[in-house]
């Protein structure tokens, strides 16, 4: 018999359509079709449509849709108006930043739209003629008949274009400050905070609002508590995406992990019964059940169950204390201080396999430092038990290094080649070319070759440094240099086929038991998903081979997030002693040390952002009832 409060049906929080997808690339594609399909129906109807269009990483692959289904599917643009949503400013369109230049490369270029219907917030314009130039861009949508579709992302603070918090519902195309957390996201972009315009231009919430369809996108797991509270959240200033819900044509597109806080994916059972519950869905309730009532699992009882819309789990399995024990042998069975697998033992219970022994490991290093900052404690101890360890370093790491570095690094050249009697009109030469480029670049230009190589070198010296302290030798450690990073920007591009060769290429020639990826998705730049697809797509490829039905993939995740305690599948503990061996790892790394290049959101280094997180699983251990370590590295093996 079920309990009351599980047979009750609950209204869904969600006061905004939301439609959510497996990867933002069905998303995109999904977006793509519909706007392809309004612009065709126009085009029958030998009418013109108008799109508001935004910017930044989210709608990039809807635009590469749009490209090719003009190219292969003969979409014409011809009859289409676009209003892009802001611009910096000041800015100049041909800045690297430009919101200008960026519709251009993703699309503008690319399809036969006519010049004169496209139309974008002047970042050159002066302060005065500000007032004057956004009545004029609000009018000219309205003497056009309105925004038929208009493109959404969504920032961190909630902001909708540029509409940061306290942006009135009935706002209109204007000036404003930006943020600092928005200036703060945008400082990889701009090569350091201090270099981010502190203004924009922006179409104002009313002005998006008067659009007859909005649809707004968002993909990744950095999004998904600012986007719960735009769909399930108080219409609040304060965040303006808020507003959305008083629109009566709008649509959430996601990807899976930007639902991740809705209610309906992060707690189901507190919206209606589940009738049968998935045995992941058992572990999620049963977790976080314990987290909410702050009880150790074997503490649960069956009105704690009962009480919280899980009646219909103890009612399955008899009792609570069934359910109980269920899950704490699950949690139990995925620690192991064996990573690579522990030789003769009953390895049933195990996340590893104790076979082979030892067993060939590549780890998979999107950034040179990633490795050690988000699995050091499990590298070095697959070293310490005998493991052939491979390491590859997927990118050179060239662009987050301070020019400040270089010049001490080709200064340092130049002294000793002085010192130890080589070529030294070369270096000296070497030193004045590299200070009269870092002197005469502006931020975001490209570095000069001579420059790009010496920060590459130092990312690469430094993995060395580290790969030496835990203990492989140099063959084990393998630089790609994958071409999709090598554009000397923030902006890299699309990852190609020489990539994931490169990647295929490594694989068969180790033929490893395990592979170690980066699972972490939310780093600001990207880089981390590109790489994490290579790979992705290179196992795809080889997974027919017969050694590839005798290798595991472990995810890891660290630098930037951590995963939740009911997605773990292997935690490999670590001592004090360890802790401290892997912060002296990520140590050698120097050029990220005190205040890395690109930090993030996150102003902490990089060391304490590992051990806080390390640390922090630990302890989610303990409270649920189990062993209390020091820290623990967490992982989830990709099934191919």
């Known amino acids: 018999m079920k309990s009351a409060h599980s047979a009750m049906a609950h209204p869904s929080p969600e006061k905004v359509p939301v439609k959510i997808f497996g990867s933002s690339e069905e998303a995109s594609t999904f977006v793509a079709k519909e ?38 599917e003969k979409l014409s643009f011809k009859n289409v108006y676009t209003f892009n949503l802001d611009e910096y400013y000041p800015m100049q369109p041909d800045a690297l930043q430009s919101y200008v230049r960026f519709m251009h490369e993703y699309l503008f270029d690319h399809i036969d739209i006519p010049k004169k219907n496209i139309h974008m917030p002047d970042g ?46 009935k706002s209109t195309t204007r000036l404003i400050t930006l943020d600092h957390i928005t200036t703060m996201d945008a400082a990889s972009d701009f090569f350091g905070e201090e270099n981010v315009p502190k203004k924009a231009l922006t179409m104002g919430v009313g002005t998006i609002l008067k659009s007859r369809r909005i649809i707004m996108m968002a993909w990744g797991e950095g999004k998904a508590p600012i986007v ?78 009962s009480e919280h819309g899980m009646g219909d789990i103890v009612t399955a399995f008899g009792s609570a204390y069934q359910v109980n024990i269920r899950i704490f042998n699950e949690l139990q069975h995925t620690i192991t201080g064996w990573p690579g697998g522990k030789p003769k033992a009953d390895d049933s219970n195990r ?21 050690v900052i988000s699995m050091g404690g499990t590298f070095l101890r697959l070293v310490d038990q005998g493991h052939e360890v491979h390491v590859a370093y997927q990118t050179s790491g060239n662009i987050a290094v301070f020019d ?21 009109m070369k270096s000296e030469q070497l030193f004045k070319n590299v200070l009269q480029s870092i002197k005469k670049k502006k931020p975001g230009q490209i570095d000069s070759p001579e420059v790009m190589m010496i920060k590459g070198l130092i990312r690469r010296g430094e993995a060395k440094a580290a790969c030496r302290y835990v203990g ?19 902006k890299k591009k699309p990852l190609g086929e020489t990539d994931i060769k490169i990647i295929s290429d490594l694989l068969l020639k180790i033929k490893p038991h395990q592979i170690y990826a980066a699972g972490d998705l939310s780093d600001p730049h990207g880089t981390h998903r590109v790489c994490l697809s290579a790979i992705y797509k290179a196992i ?5 081979n017969s050694w590839m039905k005798d290798c595991y993939v472990w995810l890891y995740r660290g630098a930037w997030q951590e995963w939740d305690i009911d997605q773990i599948e292997m935690a490999v503990p670590l001592s004090p002693e360890e802790l401290l061996r892997k912060r002296r790892a990520i140590f050698k790394h120097q050029s990220q040390k005190d205040s890395a290049l690109f930090p ?25 009832g189990l062993a209390e370590y020091e820290a623990i590295e967490a992982f989830v093996r990709y099934k191919f």
């Not at 996340?351 to 490795?371: L, Q």
């Open 472 to 490: 492989i030798p140099e063959k084990n450690i393998h630089f790609l240099d994958m071409p999709f990073y090598e554009t000397g920007l923030v």
């Open 35 to 72: 706007i392809a399909a309004l612009i065709r129906s126009r085009q029958k109807q030998k009418k013109f449509c108008v799109l508001g269009l935004a910017t930044g990483s989210t709608p990039t692959r809807v635009y590469a849709e749009l490209i090719r289904m003009h190219r292969q």
């Open 351 to 371: 996340p590893e396999r104790a076979k082979p022994f030892p067993k060939r490991v590549v780890i998979f290093s999107p950034h040179p430092d990633d490795d």
């Open 540 to 544: 795809d490829r080889l997974k027919k």
């Open 404 to 424: 400040d570095d270089v010049v001490r690094f080709a200064d340092f050249v130049n002294d000793f080649s002085e010192q130890f009697g080589l070529a030294k």
């Open 228 to 305: 719960q509270k735009a769909v399930e959240g108080i219409v609040t200033d304060q965040n303006p995406s808020s507003f959305l819900q008083l629109h009566s044509n709008t649509l959430v597109v996601l990807d899976e992990a930007a639902s991740s806080e809705l209610t309906k994916i992060k707690t189901p059972w507190l919206l209606d019964s589940l009738g049968h519950w998935s045995d992941k869905q058992i572990r999620k309730a049963v977790v976080w059940l314990c987290q909410k009532l702050g009880k150790p699992i074997l503490k649960l009882t069956n009105n704690d169950y």
């Open 124 to 169: 050159t314009i002066s302060r005065d003629k500000i007032p004057a130039f956004c009545n004029t861009y609000d009018k000219m949508i309205d003497e056009l008949g309105g925004i038929d579709i208009q493109l959404l992302g969504i920032g961190r603070t909630g902001h909708i274009g540029f509409n940061e918090p306290g942006s009135s519902e």
């Open 600 to 624: 993030g959101t996150d102003a902490r280094e990089f060391w304490v952002r590992a051990e806080d997180r390390n640390r922090a699983t630990a302890k989610a251990y303990d409270q649920l």
